[in-house]
């Protein structure tokens, strides 16, 4: 795989939406969630997602321009319909809305619709830990995992990001309740790898490695059936206040057809308390069991990865940089 400086991926992925028609503050917003998820080692939410976002704006499903229209249905209640707006951007505006309103409230929401795939959540949790204050971000996915003990995928990957400011820089969990995201089995696929048992099952509900067939199938929650429940849990939840769709109605984060109808959850709490960081150090102090070099606290394998590669440039498929890299030769910029 090519190896290229973050900067040149953020200015090519820059240059190509502003070429679709997303005004420069916006492109730098959605362009940055893609990198930064790069940077950290989540090549499933990283530019291979780029294509399908120029895909989408070109077909009218994905507004450039929307920022998202707001409504505060309470005090600490913010509801947003994203109206058809990139995911970052409406995502963005929104959460620093709330972080705004909870530094009088103390607790805020935004309940998002109709707005994008949202990219890595980590990136916000951080974002928002780095200012002193709590995250709790939820979204949901199209039907792509297997409920526990059935072989029809009826639930999404519903992943849940927490943030929280410690002395020592924010702490940040981020995880999906599928075993994985469909962003990496693709990313296994275009790599032409296998991938491990017990991601997913084919199309028949049978195990299997391919990750061409598991995209036909479903994934497998994480955890057998308490990762089950969490997802249909946060399922539930995400589209109770958002008013969005249901396992097999929810679209538009995989195809580039079809309006986005998942939901976005985010929370904010104002304020910690607590020395937290040197808690966190007598963890990763703790002598490893056998098999691992290090005891690492969620978040810490990504910094160090986004170090490293920040210094030494992103490996990205060859494959997609050179579909990129097309795109920008036969696509004229937008007038201005």
Known sequence: ???????????????????????????????????????????????????RILKRIGNGVTNPVSTGLHVWRASGLLEVDGERGLGPVVATRAIDAISERASSTGVAVAAISNSNHVGMLAWYAERVAERGQTLIGFTTSEALVHPWGGGTAMIGTNPIAIGVPTEQGPFVMDTATSIVSMGKIH????????????????ASGAPSTDPVAVKSGAISPFGGAKGYALGLAFELLVSSLTSSALGRDVHGTLDDTEPCTKGDLFIVIHGSGGAMGEYLNSIRALPPIAGFDQVRVPGDRARATRDQRLAQGIPVSAEIWSELTQIAANTLPKEK
Not at 10 to 34: I, K, M, S, Y
Not at 187 to 202: E, F, K, L, M, T
């Open 1 to 51: 795989m090519p190896t290229v400086a973050a900067s040149e991926v953020q200015n090519l992925l820059e240059d190509l939406l502003g070429r679709f028609g997303v005004p420069a503050d916006l492109a730098e917003v959605q362009a940055t969630v893609l990198v930064e998820a790069e940077l950290r080692g989540v090549a499933s939410h990283g530019i291979l997602r780029t294509p």
């Open 187 to 202: 990313d296994y696929a275009n790599r032409g790898q296998s991938i491990p048992a017990g991601w997913g099952v084919d």
